[in-house]
């Protein structure tokens, strides 16, 4: 008895895409550029990241908004079957896809995502359907510029630190 209850705690805590092949809202962040070329050919997987091979996308639009020039995509995820990657070393960070994984997901806030937002990848781009491209206004362009660049002097400047907190840096 004591198994099926931990069993049904452990399901409750999951996120419900967890389960089968489900569609969910996803974004992508890139540039006006990027975003009419995927619009026109498809999402091309990455070929290497935190996660290994695949497309990267969030459920939380505020993760899509910290790349490119604030231009967004939604899409429809059909996510399949999705391994859990809630650690740095974890031992599938990048062998999930070869390991009959569909898709592999970094909850929020576990230590593995800068601002602890949450992460997707999946591995086939036939499973992501775009929906809507949002384009940047000229203003959150300039700004989402300012922000890469902000970001890129504080990474120069922690990359030149003693103290361990530059070890620490997640990207």
Same mark, same amino acid.
């Given at each position: 008895?004591? @198994?099926? @209850?931990?069993?049904?705690?452990?399901? #409750?805590?999951?996120?419900?895409?967890? *389960?089968?092949?489900?569609?969910?809202?996803?974004?992508?962040?890139?540039?006006?550029?990027?975003?009419?070329?995927?619009?026109?050919?498809? *999402?091309?997987?990455?070929?290497?990241?935190?996660?290994? /091979?695949?497309?990267?996308?969030?459920?939380?639009?505020?993760?899509?908004?910290?790349?490119?020039?604030?231009?967004?995509?939604?899409?429809?995820?059909?996510?399949?079957?999705? /391994?859990?990657?809630? /650690? @740095?070393?974890?031992?599938?960070? /990048? #062998?999930?896809?070869?390991?009959?994984?569909?898709?592999?997901?970094?909850?929020?806030?576990?230590?593995?995502?800068?601002?602890?937002? =949450? =992460?997707?990848?999946?591995?086939?781009?036939?499973?992501?359907?775009?929906? @809507?491209?949002?384009?940047?206004?000229s203003t959150e362009a300039t700004a989402a510029a300012q922000g890469a660049s902000n #970001?890129?002097?504080?990474?120069?400047?922690?990359?030149?630190?003693t103290s361990p907190s530059a070890e620490c840096l997640i990207l």
């Open positions: 008895k004591r @198994q099926v @209850q931990t069993l049904h705690l452990r399901i #409750a805590s999951m996120p419900s895409f967890f *389960f089968g092949g489900e569609k969910i809202k996803m974004y992508h962040g890139t540039t006006k550029e990027n975003a009419q070329k995927i619009k026109s050919k498809g *999402f091309m997987p990455s070929l290497d990241g935190m996660l290994g /091979k695949g497309v990267y996308l969030s459920r939380d639009i505020n993760k899509a908004k910290l790349h490119g020039d604030g231009t967004i995509i939604v899409s429809e995820v059909s996510v399949g079957k999705v /391994k859990r990657i809630d /650690k @740095q070393g974890h031992s599938m960070r /990048k #062998a999930w896809g070869s390991s009959g994984y569909d898709s592999a997901w970094v909850p929020p806030n576990c230590g593995m995502v800068r601002r602890g937002l =949450e =992460e997707n990848c999946i591995r086939d781009p036939r499973r992501v359907k775009i929906i @809507q491209v949002s384009l940047a206004s #970001a890129a002097a504080r990474a120069r400047a922690a990359s030149k630190s």
